[in-house]
Structure formats: structure tokens, C-alpha cells
């Protein structure tokens, strides 16, 4: 008989065929075991259960209760807080509660600065009733660095005083340390460490040029995340010389109207790329920051490999991930639900694995490693900021971190970027574990996207602590796919197991950080920044001065 056009065949032929019928699938769909591992890890924290795994949401807990339970068959011992798996961080999401009034004070005359015209204020979590007033002086873009012989508080006396710089940085900075002070808050910190009492930003032709002011306005309200520290006090990079305001074009003028530096003069320096003037303005400002905030309950997962060399097994080498993504959010073709498969499920899978690895290989490193999955990287670097700042083990002991951040994995593999590589004795190290996988390490092809300040391993070199991430490279077909991945899968719905995931490409990468984790762990000399690295130098890093 036949059935929907389907012909019957005789019974011994249709055994032979559903036999076939089954077996060429599985065999299609086969994996070696250590590929299998990296998958079943990536497809459970990916799937859609468990929505975006945002922080501060119970979905994000329950990957985080998987991590720890995968942490415990790997052999790990828990490393969290008061001897569990798990570190608390607690999140504050704020933002500006009103719409500031801010105050010129010049030859015994007021005159009113406009909202949404000449500025915008800024929240200070930290301070949420925030005022001050001072005289003001202008320090250019705000930077110091000695590599390229640049001072923008040389012959400035800022103390007591609120500085006035410009958003952005100038030509001649190398790539990591323009990205560096491509955030506000980084020159804040070198204001506040000259005796500065706030920060001013003006509007900089090259961030017009990027966005303008009138623009943001209608965003100046955003949301904004932090940690919350022991304290009680929302984290700030400068909380004594907060960025309080950013200030126009229009709003600049008034600022310098009446000093001895010309603003028009000003501008036409800094579009031609000259040396900017510096020095007071006149009069006085006037300003105020009130802020509003709430907040969220998260938590790192961490596990203890404990070292087997009494003379080092003190030393501690970390090994991180961020378990969070973004959650559910707007629906691109019906979807709402952003998975994180390779941003960053794929980072985690891999350092579980590391961790069994270790547990196979039954000889333990010298050094002790610690593997910490790490909650709100996606809202700003804030659990490893977290965890940075307040490790759950002696500050001093952290030695190294080794960072894994959506390593992109749909392709043959080449070669590798070690982010930060070059700056520390830990790049060698990982271009050899590469090396030993037929694998080069190349520099990073896309250093206008900022990757070394984007991911984890910032808040570590932040803390002074020498660290890089490593990430898949250009190599073959990478560039195309990794241009592929960020034009259409990044922060997308479609970031899910579906993707073409070449998980022998992702078993290479495994064991490059499980040899790189190794070497690390093992080696003789404790990990050090290199001599006179600006961030060495800056975070007072071992090795560095």
C-alpha cells in the first residue's frame, strides 16, 4: 500500500532503511567528548529557559547555580564568600534624578547656564545629593603621558578647583591608552589625584563629530550600573572629583567668556591639532547632581584549584569569564530572547573545561587558580570591578588573570589575540601555548572597536594586576566571520546554539588556554607587568616601576 506517495516496501527493505535513517543523523552529529562537552555547556546556558541570563534576575542565578555545580565536578573547592560558591554583588542601576540648575558667578553678576543648551548634568551615585562650587581652569583633554610626552596639568595648579577638559583624546596616543582615556571617568581620576574638586567636560569637535549634543539630549536620563561597595556607596573611579556635567559647544563659550583664553582661538587650535592653551577661566560655577538609584542583588561563582608548590600555592592565578548577557529585549523577527551562545556562553564552557582538564590530567599546578565565572560584564565591567576590588581571597595574592570574552568560533582557527599581550610577561606565555597548537598570536585587527577596555580583564590591570584576554584572530576565514558575527549576531536574538559553531575549533581553544593556564601556574618567575608600561605604572603593578 502507499501513504501519502510514500511506496511500501517489503519488510526487509524497510528494516534496512529505518536502521540507515536513523544512524546517518547520529553519525552526522557525532562529537569527540571533549567537543561534546564544550557544546552541552553552551546549549544549556544559551537555551531559551533561561532568557538572556541577565543580572539581577533569577535567570541569571540559575546559570549560576549550574556553573557552581559544574565547578564541583570538575574537583574545584568552592571560592565565594563565607565558603560557598559564590561572591554577592550587589548592583545599583542610577541615574540623574532632575534637571540641574547650574550658575555662572562672575564680577558680582549671576548668569544662569540652561539645561539642555549649554549642559547636561551628570549623576554622582556616590554623593546623591551632590553641590559644589569653585573656580574653574581648563587642562586641555585632561591626559598625562609620559610615552608620548604629554602633561595637561603641567604648570597647573587644580586644587580646590573644578577642571574644565575636553570629551575624547587627542592624535599621537597608542590605541589601548586612547581607549583608556576615551572614558571621562579615567581622566577624573588624574584630576582628583592633583586635589580637583569636580570635573567639567566640554563638547570636543571630534565627539560632535560622533555625537551631538543635541542629540543626547533627549537620553540625558539614561540608566547607568555600578557596584555597590562594603560601605554601602556606589563605586566611582573619582568620587572626589566626579564628572558632573557635559557641557556644549554654546554652553563652552559662556565658560571661557572673560579669561585669557580666547575660546574661538581655542577651537581653531584644537581643530588644527595644535597645543591647546591651558590655564584659569574666570569667575565662578555654581552646580549641582542629584541622583537616583536603586538596586539589584548578583553574584560571581568561584572555585578553587588549590597549588601543589608550598613555596607558590599562595600566589593566585585567576581564570575569567562573564556568565551574564542581556537578557530579553526588543524582537527582531519575533524574538525577544538574546541567548549569549558565543557572547559569553562560549567563554564560560571553556573554562569549566579548563577546570576538568585539570582534573584529568591529576597533576596539580603549581600555583593555585582560581576560575570565576562573572556577573554584569554586559552593564559595565561590573562584577570583575567587584571582585578586583574585593577578591575573596587576599588582595595580594592576585597574581594574573586570563580572561576569555566571546571567543568567535565558526571557523578554522590560525592564529589568536591576546589583548594586553604585549604589556605583561603573560603574552609570551600564551603566544607559546598557541604556538604549540600550530597557532600564532597577531595584533588585534580591530583596535577602533576598544576591545581592551571592554572586557573583563580591564579591571584587573585597573587593580594593577598584570592581565590580558585572549580572543579567536583574523587569521583564514576569521576576519569575515568575525565581521559577519558583530554586523549581524552581536547583542542579537540570533546569538544562539544555531550558529555554525566549529567546535574542533573550540577544543583548539581550549587547550591553548589550558596549556596558557598552565604555563602561567607553573612558571618559575611570578607574572610581572614589563618595565615602565603605562598601566603597569599607573595601577602601581609588580614588575612595572
Known amino acids: 500500500m502507499t501513504r501519502l506517495g510514500v511506496r511500501v516496501l517489503p519488510m526487509a527493505g524497510c528494516v534496512a532503511a529505518a536502521l540507515l535513517a536513523w544512524a546517518l543523523p547520529v553519525a552526522a552529529q557525532q562529537l569527540p567528548a571533549d567537543q561534546a562537552a564544550l557544546k552541552a555547556h553552551v546549549q544549556f546556558l544559551a537555551a531559551d529557559s533561561l532568557r538572556g541570563r541577565e543580572a539581577g534576575t533569577r535567570d541569571f542565578d540559575i546559570a549560576a547555580d549550574y556553573v557552581a555545580a559544574q565547578m564541583l565536578a570538575a574537583g574545584l573547592k568552592p571560592a565565594g564568600a563565607d565558603g560557598g ?63 608620548s610626552g604629554r602633561d595637561d596639568y603641567k604648570g597647573l595648579d587644580v586644587r580646590g578647583r573644578i577642571v574644565v577638559i575636553f570629551a575624547g583624546v587627542p592624535a599621537g596616543l597608542s590605541n589601548e591608552i586612547a581607549a583608556h582615556f576615551g572614558n571621562d571617568d579615567q581622566k577624573a581620576r588624574l584630576a582628583q589625584a592633583r586635589g580637583a574638586k569636580a570635573v567639567l567636560v566640554l563638547e570636543s569637535a571630534s565627539r560632535r563629530a560622533d555625537y551631538a549634543f543635541e542629540a543626547l539630549v533627549p537620553y540625558w536620563d539614561y540608566e547607568r550600573t555600578g557596584w555597590v561597595g562594603p560601605d554601602g556607596k556606589t563605586h566611582m573611579i ?18 571661557f567668556a572673560g579669561s585669557r583664553i580666547n575660546w574661538r582661538d581655542l577651537v581653531a587650535a584644537e581643530e588644527r591639532g595644535a597645543r ?6 574666570s569667575g565662578r560655577l555654581r552646580a549641582a547632581a542629584k541622583t537616583r538609584t536603586r538596586m539589584l542583588e548578583s553574584r560571581n561563582v568561584a572555585g578553587m584549584l588549590e597549588g601543589g608548590d608550598p613555596a ?26 538574546y541567548n549569549g551562545a558565543m557572547d559569553n556562553a562560549a567563554g564560560i564552557a ?59 568560533l565558526t571557523f578554522p582557527l590560525q592564529d589568536l589575540v591576546v589583548l594586553g599581550g604585549e604589556r605583561s610577561s603573560l603574552g609570551p606565555l600564551v603566544a607559546a601555548a598557541a604556538e604549540a597548537e600550530g597557532l600564532k598570536v597577531v595584533a588585534d585587527p580591530s583596535p577602533e572597536e576598544m576591545f581592551f577596555v571592554r572586557s573583563d580583564h580591564y579591571s584587573f590591570v585597573q587593580a594593577g594586576i598584570p592581565a590580558v584576554s585572549v580572543d579567536t584572530g583574523p587569521g583564514g576565514q ?35 588556554n589550558y596549556a596558557a593556564a598552565r604555563a602561567i601556574a607553573d612558571a618559575d618567575e611570578r607574572p610581572r607587568w614589563n618595565k615602565g608600561d603605562f598601566f603597569g605604572t599607573l595601577f602601581d603593578g609588580y614588575g612595572a616601576n
Do not use: C
Open 238 to 255: 573619582a568620587p572626589g572629583a566626579p564628572v558632573v556635567g557635559y557641557v556644549s559647544r554654546v554652553g563652552a563659550e559662556k565658560l
Open 350 to 408: 571553556t573554562i569549566l573545561e579548563v577546570a576538568r582538564r585539570f582534573q584529568a590530567e591529576g597533576v596539580r599546578p603549581r600555583r593555585s587558580i582560581l576560575f570565576v565565572a562573572l556577573t554584569a560584564e554586559e552593564k559595565g565591567l561590573i562584577g570583575s570591578g567587584y571582585f578586583a576590588n574585593f577578591p575573596t581571597v587576599p588582595k595580594t595574592a592576585l597574581v594574573a588573570d586570563l580572561n576569555l570574552d566571546m571567543p568567535i
Open 276 to 281: 591647546l592653551p591651558t590655564g584659569p577661566l
Open 478 to 512: 576569521g576576519a569575515a566571520a568575525q565581521k559577519l558575527f558583530l554586523a549581524e549576531h552581536y547583542h542579537q536574538p540570533s546569538d544562539q546554539i544555531g550558529l555554525p559553531f566549529d567546535w574542533a575549533s573550540a577544543a583548539k581553544f581550549l587547550r591553548v
Open 85 to 147: 560558591w559564590f561572591q554577592p554583588v550587589r548592583l545599583a542601576t542610577y541615574r540623574p534624578a532632575e534637571k540641574a540648575k547650574w550658575t555662572l558667578i562672575r564680577g558680582g553678576a549671576t548668569v544662569p547656564l540652561q539645561f539642555g543648551s549649554d549642559f547636561l548634568n551628570e549623576p554622582v551615585p556616590a554623593v546623591p545629593d551632590f553641590t559644589t562650587e569653585g573656580s574653574m581652569i581648563f587642562a586641555g583633554y585632561g591626559i598625562v603621558d609620559a610615552a
Open 312 to 337: 607558590l600555592k599562595s600566589q593566585v592565578v585567576v581564570l575569567s569569564a562573564h556568565l551574564d548577557h542581556v537578557g530579553v529585549g526588543q524582537a527582531v523577527d519575533g524574538d525577544r530572547i
